[in-house]
């Protein structure tokens, strides 16, 4: 393995948000079939391990390539973007503003009657939130995408990472609400 290599090289796949789910796939396998280290059964014992260490990266460099969050996370980190913790991660994130008064009422109401329903309605209005975010999320990438496509400046494709980056926070803390909401539900 080089030093300038990394999961996007080794499967000829772009340095993007956007992979060709099949092409990876048909890359890989035709990877698979030259390094699997049954081909190297009867050669010395470091070809085989040779074999094994390559198999290894090129499964992970898949596994990471072909799931759209996996890829995220390592194309902010192969960038340099770190994705900051939300708070309820022991980071420094905020609780988003469109659901803070809300998710605070909430908790002040858990033990009232109609719990149950102002619950369901901050599901609600999670999914949505969610939703939303992930929409974004998809359309910032797609930016990037064709910024390094157009070769543009390097400053506007590190903010769009940044910009990434922040949902990603932020999409974080809300399932980490989720999972909260889901408790106090089933109290």
Partial sequence: ??????????LGAPRAFA???TALERRFYELSRLLHPDRFSTSDHGARRDSLERMSYLNTAYTTLKSPSL????????????????????????IPMELA???????????EPGAQARIGAFEADLRRLKT?????????????DAAVTRGSDPAARAEALH?????????????????????AGER
């Fill in 1 to 10: 393995m080089g030093a300038d290599e990394d999961y996007f090289s080794v």
């Fill in 101 to 111: 008064e809300a998710w605070f009422e909430l908790q002040d109401t858990l033990s």
């Fill in 71 to 94: 890829l995220r996370d390592y194309l902010l980190e192969r960038e340099g973007v770190a994705v900051p913790k939300p708070a309820a991660a022991g980071g420094g994130g905020t």
């Fill in 132 to 144: 939303d975010i992930e929409k974004t999320l998809a359309t910032l990438e797609a930016g990037y």
């Fill in 19 to 21: 992979q060709d789910r």
């Fill in 163 to 183: 910009k990434i980056a922040a949902g990603i926070q932020k999409l974080s803390y809300l399932q980490s609400m989720e999972r909260d909401v889901k408790r």
